[in-house]
């Protein structure tokens, strides 16, 4: 039985995976494992991931598709006797991973760009687009390495949802790559951790998109009304 990681409530992820899953792999039985939704810092400004889920929960997305699903566990109780458990949908885990072979597809090219926003730095920063698939452990987007791949950039949107299909593909395969112990090297954790990239970097990457060119003339303010505004020295600043 190969478990799925999810949220409780609709995730449009969770969806696109089980679907897939239950297509390629018509044989396999499948369980979903829910967890309680974790709220993120602060809303993203550029929203680059699909969020037209389908309106429905966990259990009622395993009673269409014929999938079991567990009660609601929290991100510390991570512990089953099954092949492999595919990430659909999950904060960090801090169980003992040790005796689960958990897969995770990471929206970046590990391990050059690690976190929850690895596409923004690697678009920001100029550097390698990709999806990781790879063996978790307990440190943060390292483990065993399975595949990785490198997407062409062509703009922010259009290459972000080729991210995400791919990071679909990609969980899909693993689990042929698994049963192969096709396994690659050690992801390590060498490489800088960002975190979330802040709203003030958001704002400056979104200039950036929508107009083409970067702006380095000014510094990124937040305003009373919860806004964000761009304090410059003056209008010539900006021609430049």
């Known amino acids: 039985m190969i478990g799925i990681l999810t949220y409780s409530g609709p995730h449009k992820k969770t969806q696109d995976l089980c679907y897939r899953l239950k297509a390629l792999y018509p044989n396999d039985e499948f369980l979903l494992i829910p967890m309680p939704w974790v709220d993120r810092e602060h809303d993203p400004v550029l929203k680059h991931r699909p969020n037209n889920a389908i309106p429905i929960t966990a259990k009622q997305l395993g009673n269409i598709l014929n999938i079991s699903i567990t009660d609601e566990m929290d991100f510390t109780e991570i512990d089953f006797d ?10 960090i885990i801090k169980g003992d991973l040790k005796k689960s072979i958990v897969i995770n597809a990471h929206p970046g090219y590990l391990p ?14 100029g550097g390698p687009v990709g999806v990781t698939t790879y063996r978790i452990d307990n440190r943060v987007d390292c483990g065993v390495l399975l595949d990785r791949q490198i997407i062409e950039y062509e703009n922010f949107y259009k290459t972000a949802r080729k991210v995400y299909d791919l990071e679909i593909d990609m969980l899909v395969e693993s689990i042929k790559l698994i049963r192969l112990k096709a396994y690659g090297k050690d992801l390590t954790d060498e490489h800088f951790l960002p975190g979330r990239m802040s709203r003030e970097a958001e704002y400056k990457l979104k200039y950036e998109i929508d107009n083409g060119a970067s702006i380095n003339v000014g510094e990124w303010i937040e305003r009373s009304d919860s806004l964000w505004a761009l304090r410059i020295a003056s209008l010539e600043a900006l021609e430049k």
């Open 82 to 91: 099954l092949e492999m458990i595919l990430i659909g949908g999950a904060n």
């Open 112 to 125: 050059n760009y690690r976190g929850l926003d690895a596409y923004k730095w690697a678009v920001s920063e």
